[in-house]
T-cell receptor, first 115, second 112 residues
């Protein structure tokens, strides 16, 4: 089991550019979560999917952020246009639902820097 | 609004001692609470889960307590080792949603 795989590990971009972060969840997991971590705000949930369907996107900061899950093995988080305040570490996590208490398995994150 | 508080100051202890980390919450009635460990440059890693009807949970050198009256969880690491140095995050969840709300974490440093 390779775990949750995120790419790229680091992304540096200029303000106004489009940024796409990618995630491959653990096979067999039916929940996928996108979190953002900053020193000021800690780990914040942006959006989560169940069986590829977005369930709760109330944490998405604004319309510049969008997330998709076209199939069970791939998800993207897109920021367009990016702004310096979007600089953070973005984590993807997956879990196997059904029990209600399943732990999350996190990837190692994408560190985004917007200049 | 829901609030989770963990001590923002780092906990610095001597190897062999017991480390105790605190997680307090307000305006929330979680069905369960989870603890995660995070190392620099890595994602959080799940350690333990405790449900609202459980008072205590143990796993090897780790022990978690959950007091729903005090709205507090304590996380203990006994016989601490330098390898235990990391940031520890608590997270709360409910029955009605798969959303996990995380605290900001406490950094633990175990001196050899």
């Amino acid at each position: 089991d390779a775990g949750v795989i995120q790419s790229p590990r680091h992304e540096v971009t200029e303000m106004g550019q489009e940024v796409t972060l990618r995630c491959k969840p653990i096979s067999g997991h039916d929940y996928l979560f996108w979190y953002r971590q900053t020193m000021m705000r800690g780990l914040e949930l942006l959006i989560y999917f169940n069986n590829n369907v977005p369930i709760d996107d109330s944490g998405m900061p604004e319309d510049r952020f969008s997330a998709k899950m076209p199939n069970a093995s791939f998800s993207t988080l897109k920021i367009q246009p990016s702004e310096p305040r979007d600089s953070a570490v973005y984590f993807c996590a997956s879990s196997k639902g059904g029990q209600g208490f399943s732990p999350l398995h996190f990837g190692n994150g994408t560190r985004l820097t917007v200049t | 609004s829901q609030k989770i508080e963990q001590n923002s100051e780092a906990l610095n202890i001597q190897e062999g001692k017991t480390a105790t980390l605190t997680c307090n919450y307000t305006n929330y009635s979680p069905a369960y609470l989870q603890w995660y460990r995070q190392d620099p440059g890595r994602g959080p890693v799940f350690l333990l889960l405790i449900r609202e009807n459980e008072k205590e949970k143990r796993k090897e050198r780790l022990k978690v307590t959950f007091d729903t009256t005090l709205k507090q969880s304590l996380f203990h690491i006994t016989a601490s080792q330098p390898a235990d140095s990391a940031t520890y995050l608590c997270a709360l969840g409910s029955d009605s949603s798969y959303k996990l709300i995380f605290g900001s974490g406490t950094r633990l440093l175990v001196r050899p």
